[in-house]
Structure formats: structure tokens, C-alpha cells
């Protein structure tokens, strides 16, 4: 019995669709294919519920996986809008004299909670002389004055002095910490422990390093999602390769001769088919 030309026009597509399920048997599982599926269902066909791998929504997505890295630090200090204090020019002779007296008023300011004087008086001792220490104790003040951008630009300044000023190592590292710069916190601090070990930081350190590992499984997650991702786009990328190539080549044999079903052999010489 031939076949109507509205199923003729449908072959093709359908043909198409068998291989693309035959590649991903997943896509039986979507809503849009419920009536097929039921269909074959009667026919006695397996469905499967799902496919691990075979759709991107077997996946999270990436902002599913994101870590709040302001999460559980009350302590986290928002970047201070002023402008740092100046930095010595190093234009004038060094004032060795001076220095020291600017820097006992800064040590006695300091000693009383006086921040901001110490920060001033500091800031004259450095005019005076640039000293790795003196940049050291300043970024100190600017911390307990919750202002960390400048305190790490006083220590990045005390270590070009001195790369192995602790003080300087632990400041930074402490101002890295509550600017949420977990990764390079971790670095000062470390280096800092690693030259002069200071019980007082142990606690930090931990939490830094807790940071940081989520920081990195994160990153892993991510990595992981992305090459799952990319995996299922190239397998139906393939399986779209497989379902055309197989498209192409029905349509190629319906039009050849002899293709159809009226070009079998023999088939105008059976008795009795002529009259």
C-alpha cells in the first residue's frame, strides 16, 4: 500500500528525529515529547527518565555556584574614600634629627588611641627620613583607622625598603584580609609568620585559609560545570552531524533510480500483475 504524500513529506524529519534520539535518549524525557513517548510506551519501548550528561540541564548553572566570599566577615571593612597621606619626595637630605623627634610624638599619640595624630606625626618623621619601620608604623595607624587602601600603599612602600619586614608582612596581610583580598592575604600573612611567628595572627590565618579553599573549590565547580558543558554540546553537536548525514543519504536513494519501490526487479513480470 503506498503511502500517503503527506507521510512521504514527514519521512525525512521523523528519520531525523530517530537519530538524534538514537544519540540522546534524554530528549525522550522532555514535555514536548510526551505524546511519543506514550506511543512507544504501547509498543513496549523502555523510556528513560533521564541521562546523566545528555542535557544542560542535568547541570547547575554557573551562578549557582557562586561563593559569598562576604559571608561570615562582620569584620570586612568597606575602601576608604580619602586620599592617602603624602609620601616623602626623598628631594631633601635626610633629617635623621628630625625624624626621631617626630616619631616619639607619633609613639606617645599612638600609645593614647590618638590615631589620626600619630598618623600626622608619622607623616612628618617621613618627610624627615624614609624609613621602612616608620612606613610600617604609619600603615599601622591607618588601619586602626579603618582605612586598609592606605595602609597597604605604606606597607607595599615599607617592604621596597625592607623585603622582610614583618611588620610591614603582617599590616598588609591584616588589611588585605579585611579588604575580602583573600589570596593575597594569605601570602603576607604566611611570609609574615615565617619570619617572626606571632600567636595573635593563628586565628586569622585560619580564616584566611578557609577563604581561600573555598575561593579554589569554587573555582573547581566551575571548571567542572564548563567542560561537562562543553562535553553535551559536542555530543549533540555530533549527534545533529549523524541525524543530516543520515537525512542526506535517504534523500539521495529516494531520487536515484531504482531507488523507489516501483523500481524493484521483477516487479512489472510477476504473472497475473499486468493483466
Request: proline share 7%.
Amino acid at each position: 500500500m503506498p503511502l500517503a504524500k503527506e507521510v512521504e513529506d514527514l519521512l525525512p524529519s521523523v528519520n531525523k528525529f530517530v537519530k538524534l534520539v538514537e544519540a540522546d535518549p534524554s530528549i525522550l524525557g522532555d514535555s514536548k515529547c510526551a505524546i511519543i513517548s506514550r506511543f512507544l510506551e504501547k509498543l513496549g519501548a523502555a523510556i528513560p527518565e533521564s541521562i546523566p550528561g545528555g542535557d544542560d540541564d542535568d547541570l547547575p548553572p554557573l551562578d549557582d555556584l557562586e561563593v559569598d566570599d562576604t559571608g561570615g566577615d562582620d569584620e570586612r571593612m568597606v575602601p576608604e574614600s580619602e586620599a592617602p597621606p603624602p609620601a616623602p619626595t626623598g628631594s631633601e637630605p635626610d633629617d635623621w634629627e628630625g625624624a626621631g623627634k617626630h616619631k616619639e610624638v607619633a609613639a606617645e599619640a599612638k600609645a593614647n588611641g590618638d590615631f589620626a595624630g600619630a598618623v600626622d606625626a608619622f607623616s612628618s618623621a617621613l618627610a624627615c627620613q624614609a624609613s621602612a619601620l616608620t612606613f610600617a608604623n604609619r600603615a599601622e595607624c591607618l588601619l586602626k583607622l579603618r582605612r586598609p587602601v592606605a595602609a597597604v600603599l605604606d606597607c607595599d612602600a615599607a617592604l621596597k625598603l625592607n623585603p622582610d619586614s614583618a611588620k610591614a608582612l603582617k599590616t598588609k596581610g591584616k588589611a588585605l584580609r579585611f579588604l575580602g583580598k583573600y589570596q593575597e592575604a594569605h601570602v603576607a600573612l604566611a611570609k609574615s609568620m615565617g619570619i617572626d611567628f606571632d600567636p595573635s595572627l593563628t586565628e586569622m590565618v585560619k580564616f584566611v585559609e578557609g577563604k581561600v579553599k573555598a575561593a579554589k573549590d569554587k573555582e573547581a565547580k566551575q571548571r567542572k560545570a564548563k567542560l561537562e558543558r562543553e562535553k553535551a554540546d559536542k555530543a549533540k553537536q555530533r549527534a545533529a552531524e549523524r541525524a543530516a548525514a543520515a537525512e542526506r543519504a535517504s534523500a539521495s536513494a529516494t531520487s536515484s533510480p531504482g531507488g523507489g519501490m516501483g523500481g524493484m526487479p521483477g516487479m512489472g513480470g510477476m504473472p497475473g500483475m499486468g493483466g
